[in-house]
């Protein structure tokens, strides 16, 4: 099993910045992706950004030259670093890892004036 806590959510205006923290523990030496997935009410669960364990990365055009994913394989955390934050941006962001597949609780990021 293994267990993500994620952390750095917040309100934050638009235009502004936040970072996401991830912090994965337990059987982690089989997880070979990370990442960030968001959903807001009524919609599906979306794609932000992933990154493999060597280092390749792909995101959601929609974030793309904003958001900036990264990890630290020493300490099990992968990050998102958000910038240029958008309304459209609000949503509950949730870490993912597979393999198989494991999900956070979700850290709310809400963007607004």
């Known amino acids: 099993q293994v267990q993500l806590v994620e952390s750095g959510g917040g309100l934050v205006q638009p235009g502004g910045s936040l970072r996401l923290s991830c912090a994965a523990s337990?059987?982690?030496?089989?997880?070979?992706?990370m990442g960030w997935y968001r959903q807001v009410p009524g919609k599906m669960r979306e794609l932000v950004a992933v990154?493999?364990?060597?280092?390749?990365?792909n995101y959601a055009d929609s974030v793309k030259g904003r958001f900036t994913i990264s990890r630290d394989n020493a300490k099990n955390t992968v990050y998102l670093q958000m910038n240029s934050l958008k309304p459209e941006d609000t949503a509950v962001y949730y870490c993912?890892?597979?393999?198989?597949?494991?999900w956070g609780q979700g850290t709310q990021v809400t963007v607004s004036s």
């Open positions: 337990g059987s982690i030496s089989s997880i070979y992706l």
């Open positions: 993912h890892a597979r393999p198989p597949q494991y």
């Open positions: 990154i493999t364990s060597s280092g390749s990365t």
